[in-house]
C-alpha cells in the first residue's frame, strides 16, 4: 500500500511557476513509476508527466514539454513537477500516481487525492 498526498497548487497568473510535491508514505516508494496526470472541468484526466523507478527515465505531454519538469526523491518518498511559464490551459486539478507506469490512468494504482492549479490570464 502507497499512500500519496499532493501539495503545492494555488492561483498564480499567466507565465508564473508553481512547484508540486507528492508525499508517499508505506512501503517501496522506489518500486514504482511515479506519474502526474490533470483533469480540467469536463476534460477526460490526462497524463502530464511520469519518471521511472530510479528518476533515470522521464516522460511529457507535448503540452507541457520543455515548460515542466518532473524529478523524484526516493530517500524522502517524494515526487515533484515544477511548473514553470504556466498558462490558462493549464488549469486543472492535479494529481498524482504510483503504479506500473504509462500514459493511461488505469496503470496506476495509488492515487493522490488531487491539488488545484488555477492560471489567471
Known amino acids: 500500500q502507497v499512500q500519496l498526498v499532493e501539495s503545492g497548487g494555488g492561483l498564480v497568473q499567466a507565465g508564473g511557476s508553481l512547484r508540486l510535491s507528492c508525499a508517499a508514505s508505506g512501503r517501496s516508494f522506489s518500486s514504482y513509476t511515479m506519474g502526474w496526470f490533470r483533469q480540467a472541468p469536463g476534460k477526460e484526466r490526462e497524463s502530464v508527466a511520469r519518471i521511472s523507478r530510479s528518476g533515470s527515465s522521464k516522460y511529457y505531454a507535448d503540452s507541457v514539454n520543455g515548460r515542466f519538469t518532473i524529478s523524484r526523491d526516493n530517500a524522502k518518498k517524494v515526487v515533484y513537477l515544477q511548473m514553470n511559464s504556466l498558462k490558462s490551459e493549464d488549469t486543472a486539478v492535479y494529481y498524482c500516481?504510483?503504479?506500473?507506469?504509462?500514459?493511461?490512468?488505469?496503470?496506476?494504482?495509488?492515487w493522490g487525492q488531487g491539488t488545484q492549479v488555477t492560471v489567471s490570464s
Open positions: 500516481a504510483a503504479g506500473s507506469g504509462g500514459d493511461y490512468a488505469n496503470e496506476y494504482d495509488y
